[in-house]
Each structure stands twice: as structure tokens, then as C-alpha cells.
């Protein structure tokens, strides 16, 4: 299980990377769908380490370390949760993981319903700025006083 997870982590991270690489260069990627991205890319990541966490014994294993050998076989609990607590986290499992994935694919058939690449923005709609970081410190203490809008004394 916890190489699965892993595994599962990675391509979930190599796909989010290739996601935000394909949006900004075609629109403008808003703060907003930074931070949502941001927290569905660190969910799977807090559940693979929660879950190595739990059987640390494993994990190390899994990567040839500890005094155990990996245990690949899968088995039931010994104490299996109960119906009302399966259903609550099954429950919790769709609002908050499967409902956000399908509106972002409501949104995404609503605005173009082909699944073909998009083409690049064009200059008129630009995509997002990158973060510039200046060579000088006097022109980056001006920028960043000239960004937040406060008042020069």
C-alpha cells in the first residue's frame, strides 16, 4: 500500500506540474487557483506521510532500511472501522476530494468541450506574469514599495 501511494503521489505531482505549465502559458492563472491547487496537491502528499508515518516499520522496508522486510501482502484489518465511520469518510471523500475535481470538469467542458491542446494565448489576453526578482537591492526596495501602493516618506 505504501508504494502504491507513493507511486500514485508522484504521477499525481508530475501531472499537477504539467497542468499549471499548460494553463499559464494559455491564460491568465488566478491567486485563487493557485491556493486550491496548492491544497490539492498537499492532501495526497499528507496522506502518503500519515500513511508511512502509521507504519514506519514499513516504510523503511519499503526502501531497504529498518530491521523488518516489506510486507506486500494485503489483509483485512483486525478491527475493521464501523459502517458509520466508513460512511462518514466516504462521505468526506466526496465533498471535499471528488466534488471540487468534478466541478473544475463542469467549468472545463463549459468553456471549450474538446479535449484538444489549446492553443498558446494570444499577446492580447497575456499569460500570467512570472515573478521577476531584481538584480539591485535600491531597485527592489522601489518595486516592492511601489507594489504594496504604500506612501513614500
Given at each position: 500500500m505504501l508504494t502504491t501511494a507513493a507511486a500514485s503521489l508522484g504521477a499525481h505531482e508530475?501531472?499537477?506540474?504539467?497542468d499549471v505549465t499548460y494553463a499559464e502559458s494559455r491564460r491568465k492563472v488566478t491567486?485563487?487557483?493557485?491556493?486550491?491547487?496548492?491544497?490539492?496537491?498537499?492532501?495526497?502528499?499528507?496522506?502518503?506521510?500519515?500513511?508511512?508515518a502509521l507504519h514506519w516499520d514499513q516504510a523503511l522496508a519499503v526502501v531497504g532500511r529498518g530491521p523488518?522486510?516489506?510486507?506486500?501482502?494485503?489483509?483485512?484489518e483486525v478491527?475493521?472501522?464501523?459502517?458509520?465511520?466508513?460512511?462518514?469518510?466516504i462521505g468526506a471523500v466526496t465533498v471535499f476530494g471528488a466534488l471540487p475535481y468534478l466541478e473544475e470538469l463542469v467549468r472545463c467542458l463549459r468553456t471549450n468541450r474538446s479535449l484538444r491542446s489549446q492553443p498558446a494565448a494570444p499577446e492580447a489576453s497575456a499569460p500570467?506574469?512570472?515573478?521577476?526578482?531584481?538584480?539591485?537591492?535600491?531597485?527592489?526596495?522601489?518595486?516592492?514599495?511601489?507594489?504594496?501602493?504604500l506612501p513614500v516618506r
Open positions: 508530475a501531472t499537477a506540474i504539467w491567486p485563487a487557483e493557485q491556493h486550491i491547487h496548492s491544497l490539492l496537491e498537499v492532501v495526497p502528499l499528507m496522506a502518503t506521510a500519515s500513511l508511512a523488518v522486510k516489506a510486507d506486500f501482502k494485503l489483509r483485512p478491527r475493521p472501522l464501523s459502517t458509520r465511520t466508513r460512511a462518514a469518510v500570467t506574469p512570472t515573478l521577476r526578482v531584481p538584480e539591485h537591492s535600491d531597485e527592489r526596495a522601489e518595486t516592492s514599495i511601489e507594489r504594496a501602493h
